[in-house]
Structure formats: structure tokens, C-alpha cells
């Protein structure tokens, strides 16, 4: 049974068969992560090209190993050393890379519809790896994953967001896709970092921070976002820290089995504390492991059901 789609750009709207079929796939692919030979020929003779406008660790060396491990021929494309410092347009360098014969296209931009306009100017399946402060559909991919795999369920947990809702794109894919899938659904952050629509997707709000850990199953953490602004939204980080921050002492005054997540890269001391990041809650590097299964399933899923 393929995807309703032949591209990946976000969980809204996306129906729950795709998501299972996506998570139920990864499963497959985490075994082969397991094996001394880590690598199938699914998608030999594929080439993907990595579109990264804006920095990333995680999801850009992610997709590399994913499509390597496929066995495309995977390309990498970062502003610096490009064309793009000698005045070419967005449009001019899709256009010219997509004259090279590539199939796939994964792309991270600071600007939101990116990935949509990517749709109307290439032939390729193009997949968002991050749009501005819009969605980060294989973020939450992968969190759904992790959540299935820690749980052996979505539907019912309860999950609550934690941070800057406003601005970013795991909130909102998270948002669409644990719904989707079942999950009841909270925020929490400073007032000032809530969007007012947000109970409008079905999502409860929550402000304060030790309610919020005892009425969930899990927390995924934000990171406070210091390129994009997020300072002027509250008053210190220090503030911050002290009302939103996880630290041993919050969840052990609310003494709650509670399983921590978080998309990276961490604000240590701010969002989490290092006892936190590094303790016995949080499943942050199997989240990490998770997305190269769950990428792969998405370019396998997507490559080969033109
Ligand atoms: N979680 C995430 O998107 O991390 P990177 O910005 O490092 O890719």
C-alpha cells in the first residue's frame, strides 16, 4: 500500500494509514541499524540531494546515513561554497541542480513554504527536513517512534509540549501527528510563547509547568530558540530556567515516572538540566537512532511509488 503522497511536507492533513505505514516501516529499517552490514540496496541508482539552507547537526547527517544506507547516491548542498554568494536564486539553483538528474529532494530553509514551492518547480519528491517556523514532519516522525517504541502505543498517552509553541516547527508536526494518531495533546510554555489559535487543533493549554508533569505520560522539551529571538518573549533565560526548566529537583518534587524528549540541540541549564539530558528519563539519543530508521523509511516509501 504506497503513501497518499508523493511528498513529505508536514503531518497536517497527512492520514493516519501514511503515518502507521511510515512508523511500521521504520521498524524494519531499525533492524538493519542492529546488523554489522547496515546497509540493503532499496534505493540504488537514486540520487537525493540535501538542501540545507540553515544549519543542522541532526537531521542533515541523518538523511546522509539514511540514504546511504539505502544505497542512493546521496549529494550535499550547503549555501556556504555555493552559488548562492555570487547573487543565483533559489529557483535558478533548483532548476540547475534538478538538470543533473536527481530524483529526490530534501530540503531545510528558514523560510516557511519552501518545500510547497519546491513542489511547483521540480519533477522530484521533495521532503521538508524543517520549514522556517512551519513543520518538521520527520522530527515528529521520529518522536512518534520513539513514543511506540518506550510505550508500545500512541493513542491515549497523554503528551505535553513544553516551550516556545510560537515559533517552532516540531511543536506544530508533533501537534498534527500524536492527534492524528491519537494522543491527547498539551502545551506549555510562557504566555507570550502560545499561539492563540492553538486550542483550535484540539490541543489543551497548560502554564504551569509542575501541573504539566504530573498530568502527563511525557514531556518533549523545546529548545529556546536564542537565533530566532525567542529572548524577547520573556525576560531572562535565568526567568526561563526557574519556572519552565527540568531539572531532578521539579520532577522528584512531583515525584512522577515521567519520560523525558527532546529534538536537539539542547540549551543545557536552560530548557533541561545536564542531570536531566543525561538521566534516567529521557530516551533523547534513542530518539536520535530512531530517525535514521524512520528517514529511511520516508525515502524508501516516497522513492519508490513515483
Ligand atoms: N532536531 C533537529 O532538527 O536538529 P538539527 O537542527 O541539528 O537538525
Redesign the pocket.
Known amino acids: 500500500m504506497p503513501l497518499s503522497s508523493r511528498h513529505l511536507l508536514g503531518l497536517q492533513g497527512v492520514p493516519k494509514e501514511d503515518i502507521q505505514l511510515i512508523l511500521d516501516t521504520a521498524l524494519t529499517f531499525r533492524e538493519v541499524l542492529e546488523r554489522p552490514i547496515k546497509k540493503v540496496p532499496t534505493l540504488q541508482g537514486k540520487t537525493i540531494v540535501n538542501l540545507f539552507y ?9 538523511f546522509e546515513l539514511a540514504e546511504k544506507r539505502l544505497s542512493a547516491d546521496a549529494i550535499n548542498f550547503s549555501v556556504s561554497g555555493s552559488s548562492v554568494s555570487k547573487g543565483e536564486t533559489f529557483k535558478d539553483t533548483i532548476k540547475n541542480i534538478e538538470a543533473m538528474k536527481v530524483d529526490m529532494v530534501v530540503v ?1 530553509h528558514a523560510a516557511a513554504g519552501t518545500p510547497l514551492f519546491l513542489t511547483k518547480i521540480s519533477n522530484a519528491n521533495i521532503i521538508n ?2 520549514d522556517g517556523i512551519h513543520e ?1 514532519p520527520t ?1 515528529a516522525l521520529l518522536d512518534m517512534y520513539s513514543i511506540r517504541e518506550k510505550f508500545g502505543k500512541i493513542a491515549g498517552l497523554k503528551v505535553c509540549i513544553v516551550g516556545d509553541i510560537a515559533h517552532s516547527r ?1 511543536a506544530l508536526s508533533n501537534i498534527f501527528g500524536l492527534i492524528t494518531m491519537g494522543a491527547k495533546v498539551s502545551v506549555c510554555g510562557p504566555s507570550t510563547m502560545i499561539p492563540k489559535y492553538i486550542e483550535d487543533l484540539g490541543v489543551q493549554v497548560i502554564y504551569n509547568i509542575d501541573e504539566a508533569i504530573q498530568e502527563n505520560d511525557i514531556l518533549n522539551v523545546l529548545r529556546i530558540q536564542l537565533e530566532r529571538k525567542a529572548r524577547e518573549y520573556f525576560p531572562s533565560i535565568r526567568e526561563y530556567a526557574k519556572y519552565f526548566g527540568i531539572d531532578r529537583a521539579r520532577l522528584e518534587k512531583n515525584k512522577k515516572s515521567i519520560v523525558i524528549m527532546h ?3 539542547i540549551n543545557r541549564g536552560v530548557e533541561l538540566s545536564s542531570d536531566i539530558a543525561d538521566g534516567e528519563h529521557q530516551i533523547i539519543l534513542q530518539q536520535v537512532t530512531n530517525g535514521v530508521a524512520v528517514r529511511m523509511a520516508v525515502l524508501y516509501l516516497l522513492g519508490t511509488v513515483n
Open positions: 540553515e544549519s543542522s547537526t541532526r537531521t542533515r547527517i541523518s531545510r527536513a524543517g518538521h522530527q516540531v529534538p536537539g540541540p
